[in-house]
């Protein structure tokens, strides 16, 4: 979370940063690193709470006691591998774009994903495996890796979904797809922040 908040707050066009929980002990650490903090309410806290639950939340509690917005930038703490950058430049192309909603994004081409049918086989889901396509003509497509997303208001309300309208995309370095949701996700991502020199 720290490290989101900081990459947040050093951006030249995010004018706010805030945080979102039910936890004590996570507000008063996001306090500490300059966010501010909004108290969630116990239903919409749980592990199966939509995430739109929490910026609809949020962004009520902004526009009453602060002032209006006209753009949203929901950052996942999970997703770390960022740079202050990457917000500024997926700002810029939002505006420029005339976008109304934003995901980050890492290439992929060859990715073939497969899952169990009713029978319990395996059988691939994003292409036919009895005909399998040679790489060079697989045309290239974009994973949201989750990092953060751009929002309007007005899209978020009128669709209780934080993608919606014109939408659009920021592709990011592969290497920042990567996820921090376990112990061994944490060392990876250690040694990526490391590798890459986004730790000192």
Same mark, same amino acid.
């Given at each position: 979370m720290a490290w989101s908040i900081e990459q947040a707050k050093e951006s030249e066009h995010i004018s706010s940063v805030w945080v979102s929980s039910d936890d004590p002990g996570i507000l008063e650490v996001a306090k500490q690193y300059g966010a501010n903090p909004i108290v969630r309410?116990?239903?919409?806290?749980?592990?199966?709470?939509?995430s739109e639950h929490t910026f609809i939340h949020a962004l009520k509690h902004i526009e009453k006691n602060v002032?209006?917005?006209d753009m949203m930038v929901g950052i996942q703490a999970t997703s770390q591998l960022r740079e202050t950058v990457d917000f500024d430049k997926a700002i810029d192309i939002f505006v420029k774009e005339k976008y109304?909603?934003?995901?980050?994004? +890492?290439? +992929?081409?060859?990715?073939?994903v497969w899952k169990r049918n009713a029978n319990g086989e395996m059988d691939s889901v994003n292409y036919d495996w009895k005909n399998r396509p040679m790489r060079q003509i697989i045309k290239e497509k974009f994973m949201e890796n989750g990092s953060f997303y751009l929002f309007t208001p007005d899209i978020l309300m009128k669709n209780n979904n934080r993608l919606g309208g014109k939408?659009? +995309?920021?592709?990011?370095d592969v290497y920042k797809q990567q996820q921090n949701d376990s112990h061994e996700d944490f060392k990876i991502c250690e040694l990526l922040m490391e590798g890459f020199g986004l730790v000192n």
């Open positions: 309410p116990g239903n919409i806290a749980g592990d199966n709470s939509p002032k209006p917005i109304d909603s934003l995901f980050s994004s +890492t290439k +992929t081409k060859d990715h073939f939408v659009g +995309t920021y592709i990011m």
